[in-house]
C-alpha cells in the first residue's frame, strides 16, 4: 500500500505560557500544501518570518530545542513536534505570537488531542520515508549520550537513561507502534530536580514553570525553609515538606517511568526536524536535545546522500517484482532481441525502477566485440527509455493500446563499461508532468553503488489504431 502525505483538515488554536519566559502564547495550526513540511511562523515579529522544522535551524539545546532562521526564533518545540509526528502529519503552518510554544501540561497529550486523530487529512502526494539501510552511531563523551540507528521495516524507539540520584536512576522506556504514542507516551511530563530550580530561575529560565507542568523530583533531603525560599523565588505557594525524597508535589505519576517516556518523547519530538518520516530502530543511551539534534544531523547527511537523484536505488532480489516479464510484454511491443527489461522492481509517484541483466549470450556481443563483449551505449539509452515507458503506459487506459516515441535525447553521459555479468538498475524519473501527450524524463543506469550513464528523454504518446 502507498502511503499518502497529510496535513489537518480545520486549524486549531492552542493557548499557555512559555516555560522558559513564562510570556502568554497563542499558537494556530493550518493546513498546508503537500512537500511543504512543518513551518513556523512569527506573527508577531515584522513581515510575520517563518521557520521551518529542520535541525539545520537548531541554534540552542540547553534546556530544550530552539530554532533560528534570520534572526527569528521558536524555542520549546519539541512536545509540539512529537505530537504532529504521531499523528502522521506532514505539511502544516504553525502561527505562533511568541518566541516559545506553550508548554501546556508539561506532554504532548493537550497538544496531541487538540489537534485530534479525526482532523487529519490525507493529501495527494506520496509520503516518502527516510530507510535505515545501515547501522548509525552517534556517541557523545562528554554526556555519555548514545544514539544508534538500525535498518528494520518499520519505527520503533528504545530509550535508557541514568542519573546519579537516589530517586532516579536507571529506567527504560519503549514504543513498537507509533500509534500507541497517545496513551503510553504522550501524557508523560517533563521532570527537573530539585537542586536545578533555582539555578535555573537564576539565568532566567522556567518562568513559566510550576507543579502544574512539570514533575520535580526531591533526590536529596531539604529544609521547609529552603523549600519555602525556592517557592518564593518561583513566586509559587509554599509546599508543605513531607519529609521524604521523592516527587515534590506528590504526583501521581501515570507510569512507574514516567521521566524515561518523555525522554522517548523528546527523542520523537527532535528525529522530527529531519523532515521525513523514519523507518528504523532508533537505541537512545542517555539521550537529550543537543545528542538529539546532532544525531538527526547525522541521520539529515545519510538522507540527503539517499534521496540524491544519483543515489542507487535498493535492489533486493528476493523481493517480488511490481512488474514481471509478462506484465511488461503487454505494456511493451519490444521482442527479442530488443526487450531492455527484466523486470520493474518500484513504481512511485515521480519515478520507476526496472532490472535489465547482461549475460554473455546478448547477441550484440558478437560484434561488439567478440574479443572484449561491452554492452552498447545506444541499447543502455533504450533501456531507459523502455523502463520510461512503462512508467507512462502503466497509467493509460488499459482498455486501449500507447506507444511511445523519442522526441529528443539530451545530456548523454557514459561513466561506467557495462560487461556480461552486470545487472542494471535502471531508473527514470519524470522531470515534468505529462502534458499534451509529451513526457520528460531523466534516466540513471546503476552498476551495483556506481553510476554507470545517465540521459534526458522527451517522448511522445500515441494512442495505436
Avoid: W
Wanted: charged share 25%.
Amino acid at each position: 500500500m502507498v502511503d499518502h502525505q497529510k496535513t489537518i483538515q480545520n486549524e486549531v488554536t492552542l493557548t499557555g505560557k512559555g516555560l522558559h519566559t513564562g510570556i502568554a502564547v497563542s499558537m494556530t495550526l493550518k493546513p498546508a500544501p503537500e512537500h511543504s513540511g512543518i513551518v513556523f511562523k512569527r506573527i508577531d515579529l515584522e513581515g510575520q518570518p517563518e521557520i521551518e522544522a529542520d535541525v539545520k535551524h537548531v541554534v540552542d539545546t540547553s534546556r530544550g530545542t530552539v530554532l533560528e532562521k534570520n534572526g527569528a526564533r521558536v524555542g520549546t518545540i519539541e512536545h509540539t513536534l512529537a505530537a504532529i509526528s504521531a499523528l502522521g502529519i506532514d505539511n502544516l503552518i504553525i502561527e505562533i505570537d511568541g518566541p516559545e510554544a506553550p508548554i501546556m501540561d508539561g506532554s504532548s497529550k493537550l497538544i496531541y488531542d487538540g489537534i485530534g486523530e479525526n482532523n487529519l487529512q490525507e493529501q495527494d502526494a506520496e509520503r516518502e520515508y527516510f530507510e535505515i539501510r545501515e547501522k548509525i552511531v552517534f556517541t557523545d563523551q562528554e554526556s555519555g549520550a548514545e544514539l544508534v540507528a538500525l535498518p528494520d521495516d518499520s519505527f520503533s524507539i528504545d530509550v535508557m537513561i541514568s542519573y546519579k540520584s537516589p530517586v532516579l536512576d536507571n529506567q527504560y522506556a519503549r514504543i513498537s507502534n507509533i500509534r500507541h504514542f497517545r496513551d503510553e507516551i504522550a501524557p508523560c511530563r517533563t521532570f527537573v530536580f530539585l537542586h536545578e530550580l533555582e539555578f535555573l530561575l537564576n539565568n532566567n529560565l522556567v518562568k513559566g514553570g510550576d507543579l502544574d507542568n512539570a514533575i520535580v523530583i526531591m533526590d536529596r533531603n531539604v529544609s521547609q525553609e529552603e523549600l519555602d525560599r525556592i517557592a518564593d523565588l518561583f513566586h509559587h505557594e509554599h509546599i508543605k515538606l513531607n519529609g521524604q525524597q521523592g516527587i515534590l508535589n506528590n504526583l501521581k505519576l501515570h507510569f512507574t517511568n514516567e521521566p524515561a517516556r518523555h525522554k522517548l518523547l523528546d527523542v520523537i519530538g527532535d528525529l522530527t526536524l529531519l523532515g521525513r518520516p523514519i523507518k528504523g530502530k532508533i537505541i537512545a543511551s542517555r539521550p537529550g536535545h543537543s545528542a538529539n539534534t546532532q544525531f538527526t544531523k547525522m541521520l539529515q547527511k545519510e538522507m540527503n546522500k539517499q534521496f540524491s537523484k544519483t543515489a542507487p536505488p535498493v535492489y533486493n532480489p528476493d523481493k517480488e517484482p511490481v512488474m514481471d516479464i509478462h506484465k511488461i510484454k503487454e505494456l511493451l511491443p519490444h521482442r527479442y532481441p530488443f526487450l531492455m527489461v527484466d523486470k520493474v522492481i518500484e513504481i512511485k509517484e515521480k519515478h520507476i525502477v526496472g532490472i535489465k541483466n547482461i549475460t554473455t549470450n546478448e547477441p550484440i556481443f558478437t560484434g561488439h566485440f567478440p574479443q572484449e563483449p561491452v554492452f552498447p551505449g545506444v541499447l543502455q539509452i533504450e533501456a531507459m527509455a523502455q523502463v520510461g515507458g512503462l512508467f507512462v503506459l502503466n497509467q493509460m487506459d488499459p482498455n486501449k493500446t500507447f506507444s511511445t516515441y523519442f522526441l529528443k535525447i539530451d545530456g548523454i553521459k557514459f561513466r561506467k563499461k557495462i560487461v556480461p555479468g552486470d545487472t542494471l538498475i535502471i531508473k527514470v524519473e519524470m522531470v515534468t508532468p505529462i502534458r499534451r501527450g509529451i513526457a520528460t524524463m531523466k534516466g540513471y543506469i546503476f552498476v551495483g553503488n556506481q553510476l554507470a550513464s545517465e540521459g534526458e528523454f522527451m517522448a511522445q504518446i500515441i494512442e495505436n489504431n
